[in-house]
C-alpha cells in the first residue's frame, strides 16, 4: 500500500480502506485488462475488494465460493466498471464566459474574442477575483459533482493565473480542495496557456520567467505531478512550448501539450519527439500526427465538447485506429471552450462523432485516461491490484454507456472499496 504524502492528494486515506467485500449479483462486469489491450466482460460477474484494492475479478458465484468471509454486496443487476478518468480537465476557475459563448455562436472568432479583452483573459481576472476559501470550495464541490458522474480520477489543470504566483496560489488550493474529497486528483501545471498583461510585448521575458523561476518553485514545492503548454497560433510556438518542456523534462516532470487545436501548428510533433504523456485536442491534426503519437506512445486525447462548442470536427475512428495510437476521452471542463461536467456524456458524443465502438470508448475514459496520467499501473481497470475505484451503473451492458444521452448514471461509485454516499447532484456548483 503507497505511504500518504501531503504532496500526492492522489494518496490520501479514504473511509473504508480495510473493508473486504464482495460486490455480486451484476448483470456484468466490465473492465479493461491490466495492459489496457482489451476490454474483459464477465456476465454475472463479481469483484472482490480488499483493503482498498481488487483482490479479484471473475464470474461471481465462483468468487462468492473462494471468498464466503467477505462481506457481500448486491449488485441489483446492475452493470459494473472501473472508476472512470477525466485525464483533462481546467476546473478551477471564478465566473462563466456564457456571454461569450453567445458571441462564438454569431460567428465571432476565439482568436477575434480573445484579442477584444475576452477569452482566457477574462477568465484570470475572474479567477483572481474569487476568494481562496471559494475557489477551494467551488472547485471541492466540482470534483464532487465528477465523482457523482462516475469519476474516480480527476486531472486539474492550473492556468487561470498566468503570473507565477497566481499559478502557484492554483496548485496549492487544488490540494485544499483535493483533501477535502473522496477523489484521486492529479495536479497539472498548465503553464503557458496566454500571455498574461503586465508581459505585453515581452514574450521571451515570459516564457523565460516560467521555465526558471515558476518552473523552479512548483518542482521545489512538488505541487504538480506534469507540465502543460498550449501550443497554438493563439498562444504560444513551438519553440516557446520546447523550451519550457525541456526544462520541465530536466526536472523530471511527465509533460503534455494543448496541440493541434485552433490550426495544425506542429505540436503533435512536439509531442512525439519529447515523449509526451499524452498530445491533448488534435482537432487540426493529421494522420502522420496521429502516427507519429502512436510509435512515441503517446496517448491522443480528444475532447469533444471543446471540438462542438468551436464548432470543429473529430478524427473519424478508422482514421485513428489505423495510426496504432491509444485515445482517450476527457471533458476539457473549462468556462470558455467546454462548460461540459460529464464524462460519460463526452463519451456519447464521440461515439456519434467519430465512431467508436463502447469497448474503445470504454477503455478511452478508464484505461486510456489514466495513461495519459500516468497511473495505469493502479487505476483504470478491476484487475488484482488495482485500486478498488468501481461504478455500478443504472444500467445493464456496456453498449447502453455510449448509448443514453443524456449519460446514464452511477448508482453507486466505489472509492478504493468503500461504497461512499453520493452528493446531492443538484447543488449549485457555480458562484
Ligand atoms: O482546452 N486550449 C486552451 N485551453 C482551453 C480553453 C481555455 C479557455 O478558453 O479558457 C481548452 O480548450
Ligand atoms: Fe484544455
Redesign the pocket.
Known sequence: MSSWSANDPSGKPVAGRTAYLILHNTSEVVTPDAEGREILRFPKGGVVFRDGRVLEVGPAAELSRRHPDARPLNAGGKLVTPGLVDCHT?MIFGGNRAAEFQRKLAGESYAAIAASGG??QS?VNATSAVKDEILEKTLANRLERWRANGCTTVEVKSGYGLAPKREIRLLELMSGAAIRVPVRVHRTALLL?ALPAEFEGKREAYVEEVRTTTLTEIHRRGMASAVDV?C?PV?FTVEECRAVLTRAVELGFPVKL?AE?MAHFGGAKLAAELHARSAD?LESATAEDWRALGEAGVVGVL?PA?ALTLRQRLPEAALVRASGARFAIAT?F?????PAQSLMECAALAARLCGFTASELLLAVTWNGAKALGAEAEVGHLTPGAWGDAVMWECETLEELPYWMPAVRPDTVFMRGADLALPAVERRVWP
Do not use: K, S, V
Open positions: 481546467h477569452g482566457i477568465t496557456h498550449f497554438d498562444a494543448h487545436q485536442h475532447l471543446a476539457d473549462n468556462p470558455g471552450t467546454a
